[in-house]
C-alpha cells in the first residue's frame, strides 16, 4: 500500500532531473502522473534541455510502478497551453490532487542575454504561476501544491550573474513569496501550499559549462572536475551537492496526509547550505 494509492499528480519539468525523480518517487507511492515539458532548446538559455524521448522515458520509469501516466509536451511560458495541459490530463486520469510545479532553467555564465531574462522570469516565475493557477479548479479538499524554490532564493539578489542569473535568483524569490501568501488563502479549502528550496542538486543545470564558470571564474573553460573542486563551498555539509532523489522524498512527505497540517513553509533541503551564510535573526 502506498501513501498516495488513489491519488493524480501533476509534475512539470518532467522529461529529466528533479521532475523526473518526483515523477517516479510520486509513482512508487500509488499516484498516477501528468508528466509535462516542454522537450525543446530556449534561445535564452545557455545548455541543451530535455528532448521527448527523455519525457517518454519519464512515463517508462513511472508505468513500471504499476500507476497511469500521461504526458503532455507543453510549454509552462504560455498559459492557455498549460491550462489545456492540465485539463487533458484530469480528464484522461479522473481527478488531480498534487501538484508539482517544478519546471524550471538557469543560464549562467557566457551566452546570456537579455533573452536569458525573459525566459528565465517566463519558465521560473510565470511558468509556475501558470501551472498552478491552471490546476485551482481541479483541485479538492487535501489537495497539496508544491513548488520548486532554491536556495539561491533564500540567499538574496544575484544581480552580478549577468541576465539569466539575475532573473533566476529573483523568480525563485518571488515564488516563495506567492507560496506563503497563497497558501493563506488556500487553507480555508484545506488544501497546503509549501516550497522545496535545494542546494546545487545533481542535474544537467549544475552540469553545464556556464554553471562551472561560476564556481572557477579562474578558469577559461573549467570542467565538471574542476567546478567539483569548488562545489562544496555552497554548504555547510562537505558535499558538492545532492541528489534529486534526496528533493523528491521531500515533496512525497509534502504531497501525503504526514504532512497534512504543513503549509506556507519555505522546506530548504541545502546540506547547510542557508545557514552556513545567513545569520541567525533570532
Not at 126 to 148: D, E, K, M, Y
Amino acid at each position: 500500500m502506498g501513501q498516495l494509492d488513489g491519488k493524480v499528480a501533476i509534475v512539470s519539468g518532467a522529461a529529466r532531473g528533479q521532475g523526473r525523480s518526483h515523477a517516479i518517487h510520486l509513482a512508487a507511492q500509488g499516484a498516477s502522473i501528468i508528466a509535462l515539458d516542454l522537450c525543446a532548446d530556449l534561445d535564452g538559455n545557455t545548455y541543451p534541455l530535455a528532448r521527448p524521448d527523455d519525457l517518454a522515458e519519464t512515463a517508462r520509469f513511472v508505468e513500471k510502478e504499476g500507476v497511469r501516466v500521461h504526458t503532455v509536451v507543453a510549454d509552462v511560458r504560455e498559459r492557455r497551453d498549460v491550462w489545456n495541459a492540465i485539463a487533458e490530463g484530469v480528464e484522461r486520469l479522473g481527478q488531480l490532487d498534487v501538484v508539482v510545479a517544478n519546471a524550471g532553467i538557469c543560464p549562467m555564465g557566457a551566452g546570456q542575454t537579455l533573452q536569458s531574462w525573459s525566459d528565465t522570469i517566463d519558465t521560473d516565475l510565470s511558468g509556475v504561476f501558470n501551472v498552478i493557477q491552471g490546476s485551482l479548479p481541479h483541485l479538492g479538499s487535501g489537495g497539496s501544491i508544491i513548488a520548486t524554490g532554491s536556495l539561491a532564493a533564500q540567499l538574496g539578489s544575484a544581480t552580478n550573474q549577468g541576465p539569466g542569473g539575475s532573473a533566476y535568483s529573483l523568480a525563485k524569490q518571488l515564488v516563495a513569496r506567492y507560496v506563503n501568501d497563497l497558501a493563506v488563502q488556500l487553507a480555508r479549502k484545506n488544501i497546503r501550499v509549501n516550497a522545496v528550496h535545494p542546494t546545487n542538486v545533481n542535474t544537467d543545470m549544475l552540469h553545464n559549462e556556464g554553471m562551472y564558470k561560476v564556481f572557477r571564474p579562474d578558469l577559461e573553460h573549467p570542467t565538471r572536475e574542476d567546478a567539483e573542486i569548488a562545489f562544496p563551498a555552497m554548504q555547510a555539509m562537505k558535499v558538492p551537492y545532492i541528489e534529486p532523489s534526496d528533493v523528491s522524498e521531500a515533496v512525497v512527505f509534502l504531497a501525503t496526509d504526514a504532512s497534512r497540517y504543513i503549509t506556507g513553509t519555505q522546506l530548504r533541503i541545502d546540506a547547510g547550505g542557508y545557514v552556513k551564510q545567513i545569520p541567525w535573526r533570532g
